[in-house]
């Protein structure tokens, strides 16, 4: 009785195929990466209609950083600590009171320019742990594919070019104005802790004669 066998083997094949379609709207539910079952993928489907469907990240896994640029405080830590240069900061100095970040530290730059190359970056996260205000950090997208390697060069900034240039200038001259106010008030200090009137009150040589013994002449 072949056949019978042929026929309780197609049986069991069919019995199972219609176990897994019954599991077709089943799927595998976002959970942390300490389940013991993250990686087994023993109930539902193990492929995800991609990219209406994403498979779930581990919350610590180190993908596209995310700067929150109102609280940067353009202290350049990050950028000296990539060990791939990757991030790029300009800062110009402002003279007007910033106010603070939400962590109250206070700003005293604007950045005109903040660029992290994701293209060079190692995902380290060297960056995000030397932030002193949690400002940088990496976030769960890991999906930005592009053709052109320049779209990888995510930029930032709290001011335009334009003001930038305002801002520049604005530094400057608080700068050499600090400084002409400072050699002003030199110029017109006249108590003798001044430098400038101690050395008109020194006498300007103390020179003693003496008497040369070979000839008697005064040298
Ligand atoms: S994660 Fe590492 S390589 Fe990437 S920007 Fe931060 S420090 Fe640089
Ligand atoms: S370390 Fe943080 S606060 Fe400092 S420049 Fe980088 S992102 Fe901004």
């Known amino acids: 009785m072949k056949w019978l066998s042929y026929l309780s083997k197609l049986w069991s094949g069919l019995l199972l195929t ?5 599991k077709l709207n089943t799927r595998k539910a976002p959970s942390s990466i300490e389940s013991p079952n993250f990686f087994q993928e023993k109930e539902g489907l193990v492929t995800i209609k991609y990219p209406r469907e994403q498979i779930p990240v581990p919350d610590i896994g180190r993908y596209q950083l995310h700067l929150d640029i109102e609280d940067c405080i353009g202290c350049d830590q990050c950028a000296r600590i ?29 950045l005109p320019k903040f660029d992290i190359d994701m293209a060079k970056c190692c995902f380290c996260g060297l960056c995000t742990v030397v932030c002193p205000t949690e400002c940088l950090v990496m976030t769960s997208n890991y999906d930005y594919p592009t053709t052109q390697l320049s779209e990888m060069n995510f930029h930032w900034e709290n001011i335009t070019a334009e003001q930038a240039e305002i801002k520049r200038k604005e530094w400057q ?17 006249s108590s003798p802790q001044n430098p400038k009137n101690e050395k008109q009150t020194k006498p300007l040589l103390n020179i003693k004669s003496k008497t040369n013994p070979i000839d008697n002449t005064t040298i």
């Open 18 to 22: 219609f176990q897994h379609l019954k």
């Open 82 to 110: 990539c060990p791939v240069n990757c991030i790029t900061i300009e800062t110009i100095r402002s003279i007007e009171d910033l106010g603070v970040t939400s962590d109250g530290t206070k700003k005293k730059l604007y």
């Open 173 to 189: 001259e608080y700068e050499l104005a600090k400084k002409q106010a400072k050699l002003n008030a030199i110029q017109n200090d």
